[in-house]
């Protein structure tokens, strides 16, 4: 098959485009020296790991499509203090579109901190789904897939998604059960890192296989109603805090060469007052509505 008609996973049709690569012994070394995780196993038999585009959504993607990580990788991960944050300012965004009484899904929930975020002013009725289990909580967890979920015919006011797309190879699968899962009118919220700034440039381990499969940003997310018409996109909003990683370099030559910007200008000069806020943010949000039957 030619590099031009490489199947999506998320559009379900041959019209993608390779446009870059990885050496997976790199992706094994970086994890190796990062994180002390053994992450070979994945990249059994693989030399190159593809990153592929697609041509009706912009959406990038890894290849092959079977290295997403297993629950071993995560439960390694949540060891770290740092992995489950417990008061995300994707939250917030939630706040504005839910009242009290309503009945939210969030996938991916991990030990429920949404639910503590939010019921701090209003009482909803929420349900989380997570893979990897989370002892002595209080907060209502199932665990099963959105897919297994979906299965149940439960319709939700809101269904939420934060830090979780990324991870999913299957992405067509995984955003048909959301939808499925909303009443008319419900907002999806999806949250994802934005790898339209420094999050796409930073060449972090953890924004690769298997941790990451997918490559998010404005314009993948607000193109996804091109997918599924059900939906309709509501409002894009970015993250006002900025990624921590000033001092990476191939992000700070990246915005020198590609810009023409004098070297005399210092970088957290350039950060603080000339990068727009979508490249400084490290997280963009996503709203849609699931549009009335007619």
Known sequence: MPDSAIFCPLCLKNNAMRVGSLAAAE??????????????????????????????????????????????????????????????????????????????????????????????????????????????????????????????????????????????????????????????????????????GYVGLSQNALNMPPHHMGLWKKYSLERLPKVFPEIRHVATLFDPTTHPGLSDAPVIEHFYRKWLIPKAMTFKFLHAFILPRWVRSKTVVAVFRKREPK
């Not at 995780?37 to 994945?42: A, C, L, Q, R």
């Open 27 to 196: 992706i094994v070394e970086s994890f190796r020296a990062n994180f002390a995780i053994d992450t070979s196993p994945y990249f059994a038999g693989i030399e190159t790991v593809h990153i592929c585009e697609c041509r009706l959504t912009g959406y990038r993607y890894f290849t092959p499509l079977n290295l997403g990580a297993n629950a071993q990788l995560y439960e390694e991960l949540g060891t770290r203090p740092w992995y489950y944050e417990s008061n995300k300012w994707e939250f917030s965004t939630v706040d504005q579109y839910v009242q009290t009484g309503t009945r939210v899904l969030e996938v991916g929930c991990g030990n429920g901190a949404l639910y503590k975020a939010i019921s701090a002013t209003k009482d909803i009725d929420y349900t989380g789904l997570e893979l990897t289990a989370h002892n002595g909580t209080e907060v209502r967890i199932i665990q099963e897939t959105i897919e297994e979920h979906a299965e149940r015919e439960i319709r939700y006011d809101a269904v939420c998604a934060f830090q979780v797309l990324e991870h999913v190879a299957d992405v067509h699968s995984f955003l048909t059960a959301c939808i499925g899962c909303l009443a008319a009118n419900a907002p999806l919220i999806i949250g994802v890192p934005n790898n339209a």
